[in-house]
């Protein structure tokens, strides 16, 4: 059913898009320090790289669900949900978090982890961010805290991308507001909003976890982005331990 239409022409639409960056306007608030990230710059991607010293991945890896070879991705919600594959590990929690594209954090958060791998949600909370302004380019990382009293943590497993969100077209809106939540999945997919396909079509999941078709769908949407390795994976729920205070960091 979720054929996809181009991937190169979804390509396409994004470098259109991060080529003409533009320096953000936040409040005051949400960049009173300047995030220390997870790693130093340098190469990142959906997949977290082979085990290390102190790795507690052994030779697993984390897999952000976006397409193969993208790090930029777009979004129609204020606040998104991010999907991550999380293998088999120890530790018990992992880390979100949420810069401008002048690498100022915008938002940053302990997640628990239960060690029981599959694939796991964050949606950013509106309690504690105003969430993505429209064509503003963010970008995020995930990483799994392998060691907590580690003073660098630059040595954790992670996973990073961008994002930008854009406004749907007329056309898409009233296309999905005359679709079935099933429909909408390939019509987000079609339309390049891959973030929304994802989120939309794990909660038909969640809410019929029997339906064959649906899991068949899952399927056949996560092997279209050369996800084929986490596509038989369970759904499993993050939960937040606590917003980091920013302004203290």
Known sequence: MYRTKSYAAYTAICVALMSSLVPLALPMSAIANSVKPPV???????????????????????????????????????????????????AKTAEFVLQNENKQQVYRTKLRLTGQPGVASFKLPAVATSGLATGKNYRWFFSVICDEAAPDKSGNPFVMGWMQRVNPSPALVRQLQQA???????????????????????????????????????????????????AGEPLVQFSALQPINIAQK
Do not use: M
């Open 40 to 90: 130093k710059d340098g190469p990142g991607g959906r997949t977290s790289g082979g085990s290390r010293p102190g790795d507690c991945l052994g030779r697993n890896s984390i897999t952000a669900l976006i397409p193969s070879a993208q790090t930029k991705g777009l979004t129609t919600d204020q606040y998104p949900t991010f999907f991550f594959y999380v293998p088999p590990t120890a």
């Open 180 to 230: 079935s939540p099933r429909d909408r999945v390939a019509l987000y997919q079609q339309s390049g909003f891959w973030y929304e396909a994802v989120s939309t079509l794990a909660q038909l999941r969640r809410s019929h976890p029997r339906d064959a078709a649906l899991a068949a769908d899952w399927a056949n949407l996560l092997k279209s982005a050369g996800l084929d390795r986490v």
